[in-house]
């Protein structure tokens, strides 16, 4: 869980990163070791299912905005709607 808080505050901080990650989530997932069913929400975006497991909302909410993930789009998919 430690590998994936620091990536969302990394992205959130960091523009190259972030750039690095919208080309190629795969590569940076694996540069901090995310696996599992955390790393398939992160490529998908499921912000729901990341603070299912436990993962800093702060940090979910404040990555998805680096990420340019419109804030209506968000919010549903938080809630588990379908986007």
């Known amino acids: 869980m430690y590998s994936l808080h620091k990536l969302l505050w990394e992205i959130r901080r ?10 190629d989530p795969d590569a940076v997932l694996d540069e901090y070791g995310v696996t599992g069913e955390l790393r398939g ?17 702060y940090l979910i909410y404040f990555c998805a905005i680096q990420l340019e993930v419109p804030r209506a789009e968000y919010y ?7 986007v």
């Open 76 to 82: 549903a998919r938080i809630r588990g709607e379908e």
């Open 14 to 23: 960091d523009q190259a990163l972030r750039d690095r990650y919208l080309a």
């Open 41 to 57: 929400a992160m490529r998908s975006f499921d912000f729901k299912t990341l603070y299912e497991r436990g993962v800093n909302p």
